[in-house]
């Protein structure tokens, strides 16, 4: 009938403790089992099921309460961020919407001063509506974070880490801790990451928040959020939001999801490989005057990062301290496509101060130390010569075409065995990290 042994499944979950996050990814474990043992989940694309009799339910009955496809889906992001259960959002925004309405009226949120503009807006218009105070703070130092959580009743502490998009680092363990010792709920929004690459959970947080329409499933063809929660009475409370205010994911869009995460580990590996060649070649580019990349020694939180995560990831930012060169470059390149989000197969670049955090108002901006010719870019998938290249003959291009990017591009490629090696030094330490979770 599909189903295995008690024997045979006790030995399987045994071995299955083991396995790599990489073959996690591959090889689903939820309990819906599908008797026809299909290689891809089935797409339950339905809004009702069929009762036994009249007054009594099956295990579904209404897509908004429970869909299979989507317990899938919501299963094997528990395992992979390590939670009691997660939940499934119509996108990353429907998700930290969902943190809001834990956090009673008259409550307080303390968050970062460099956060996502879509986050910064609902808690800047939508939050003081439900009559809940938001204060923002510096979260790479966990002194400021206690100071603002002294003497006044916080009920949920939200961060990133890294920060989109200047990529500044929190130290995760040191904020959850603070939040803890002042009863407040501690959320990460880890979409920058994602489970591969970081595992917020393990360092004390009680909520993680993963943008599915990243990573997670990486082809830039659907929007979804991931909540994924420890502890019996908040997954209680967020399951009984996700019902009542109908915001879960649909169950093509679950099945996408699921799709995506069967490469999200050789994508992510592949892009983190392209960001770590792009930035150090953007570090030596006489235009950048600045370059936002956790990988890189020079970052202010390297070192606390790479303690942290197992890889510095494929997002990263540059200046020029020119508004009109960055727009220049941005333009100018072809193979970056000029777009909000990141995550994709494609190599993605934009203005974030006039897109992705537009919303944000520029004095607010300015005070938090975002500048307009802030560059992002999202490393993709592609021949990394190919994207040097495209980006060195826009930066060329931008900068009256001084530079001769053809000598740096031969000059990157002499240095490329020692980023290489950085990145297998990543590489082997994402490696032990599991290897370590196993033995625990």
């Given at each position: 009938d599909g189903h295995e042994q008690p024997a045979t499944a006790a030995v399987h979950a045994m071995s299955r403790r083991s396995w790599s996050i990489a073959t996690r990814l591959c090889h689903p474990t939820s309990a819906k089992v599908d008797k026809y043992s299909a290689m891809s989940t089935p797409i339950f694309q339905t809004a009702t099921f069929e009762q036994p009799t009249s007054t009594t339910f099956g295990?579904?009955?209404?897509?908004?309460?429970?869909?299979?496809?989507?317990?899938?889906?919501e299963e094997q992001m528990a395992a992979l961020d390590g939670a009691d259960r997660s939940f499934a959002f119509g996108s990353g925004m429907a998700a930290i919407s969902t943190l809001l309405r834990l956090v009673p009226s008259g409550g307080r949120i303390v968050t970062g001063n460099d956060i996502y503009g879509g986050t910064s807006r609902l808690l800047g218009k939508i939050a003081p509506r439900l009559g809940i105070s938001v204060e923002h703070v510096d979260m790479c130092s966990v002194e400021s974070v206690r100071a603002a959580l002294v003497g006044v009743k916080t009920d949920l502490v939200l961060l990133e880490t890294p920060t989109n998009p200047r990529l500044r680092i929190t130290d995760l363990a040191g904020v959850a801790a603070a939040a803890r010792e002042a009863g407040a709920i501690c959320a990460v929004d880890n979409s920058v990451m994602a489970p591969v690459l970081q595992q917020p959970l393990a360092h004390g947080a009680d909520i993680v928040m993963s943008s599915a329409t990243k990573?997670?499933?990486?082809?830039?063809?659907?929007?979804?959020?991931?909540?994924?929660?420890?502890?019996?009475?908040?997954?209680?409370?967020?399951?009984?939001?996700?019902?009542?205010?109908?915001?879960?994911?649909?169950?093509?869009?679950?099945?996408?999801?699921?799709?995506?995460?069967?490469?999200?580990?050789?994508?992510?590996?592949?892009?983190?490989?392209?960001?770590?060649?792009?930035?150090?070649?953007?570090?030596?580019?006489?235009?950048?005057?600045?370059?936002?990349?956790?990988?890189?020694?020079?970052?202010?939180?390297?070192?606390?990062?790479?303690?942290?995560?197992?890889?510095?990831?494929?997002?990263?930012?540059?200046?020029?301290?020119?508004?009109?060169?960055?727009?220049?470059?941005?333009?100018?390149?072809?193979?970056?496509?000029?777009?909000?989000?990141?995550?994709?197969?494609?190599?993605?670049?934009?203005?974030?101060?006039?897109?992705?955090?537009?919303?944000?108002?520029?004095?607010?901006?300015?005070?938090?130390?975002?500048?307009?010719?802030?560059?992002?870019?999202?490393?993709?998938?592609?021949?990394?010569?190919?994207?040097?290249?495209?980006?060195?003959?826009?930066?060329?291009?931008?900068?009256?075409?001084?530079?001769?990017?053809?000598?740096?591009?031969?000059?990157?490629?002499?240095?490329a065995e020692e980023t290489d090696k950085a990145a297998l030094v990543a590489r082997v330490k994402q490696l032990e990290a599991e290897l370590a979770a196993l033995k625990r």
């Amino acid at each position: 009938d599909g189903h295995e042994q008690p024997a045979t499944a006790a030995v399987h979950a045994m071995s299955r403790r083991s396995w790599s996050i990489a073959t996690r990814l591959c090889h689903p474990t939820s309990a819906k089992v599908d008797k026809y043992s299909a290689m891809s989940t089935p797409i339950f694309q339905t809004a009702t099921f069929e009762q036994p009799t009249s007054t009594t339910f099956g295990e579904y009955d209404y897509s908004r309460s429970g869909n299979p496809t989507r317990t899938v889906l919501e299963e094997q992001m528990a395992a992979l961020d390590g939670a009691d259960r997660s939940f499934a959002f119509g996108s990353g925004m429907a998700a930290i919407s969902t943190l809001l309405r834990l956090v009673p009226s008259g409550g307080r949120i303390v968050t970062g001063n460099d956060i996502y503009g879509g986050t910064s807006r609902l808690l800047g218009k939508i939050a003081p509506r439900l009559g809940i105070s938001v204060e923002h703070v510096d979260m790479c130092s966990v002194e400021s974070v206690r100071a603002a959580l002294v003497g006044v009743k916080t009920d949920l502490v939200l961060l990133e880490t890294p920060t989109n998009p200047r990529l500044r680092i929190t130290d995760l363990a040191g904020v959850a801790a603070a939040a803890r010792e002042a009863g407040a709920i501690c959320a990460v929004d880890n979409s920058v990451m994602a489970p591969v690459l970081q595992q917020p959970l393990a360092h004390g947080a009680d909520i993680v928040m993963s943008s599915a329409t990243k990573f997670i499933a990486g082809h830039s063809d659907t929007t979804g959020g991931i909540l994924s929660v420890r502890g019996k009475e908040l997954c209680e409370q967020v399951a009984f939001i996700q019902n009542a205010e109908g915001s879960a994911l649909g169950p093509f869009e679950c099945w996408l999801c699921l799709r995506g995460l069967k490469t999200m580990a050789l994508r992510m590996e592949r892009q983190q490989h392209n960001a770590w060649r792009l930035a150090d070649f953007l570090e030596r580019h006489p235009l950048v005057t600045r370059v936002n990349y956790p990988g890189l020694a020079s970052h202010p939180g390297h070192e606390l990062h790479m303690a942290q995560a197992s890889g510095p990831g494929s997002i990263l930012s540059f200046e020029t301290g020119d508004v009109e060169a960055s727009k220049a470059v941005v333009e100018a390149t072809e193979l970056f496509k000029v777009t909000v989000s990141f995550g994709s197969t494609n190599s993605l670049i934009s203005l974030p101060c006039f897109m992705s955090h537009a919303s944000i108002p520029p004095e607010v901006r300015a005070a938090r130390g975002l500048p307009d010719d802030l560059v992002r870019i999202s490393a993709g998938i592609e021949e990394i010569a190919d994207l040097i290249s495209d980006l060195g003959s826009a930066l060329d291009l931008a900068s009256g075409g001084g530079a001769q990017h053809s000598v740096r591009a031969a000059a990157d490629a002499a240095r490329a065995e020692e980023t290489d090696k950085a990145a297998l030094v990543a590489r082997v330490k994402q490696l032990e990290a599991e290897l370590a979770a196993l033995k625990r």
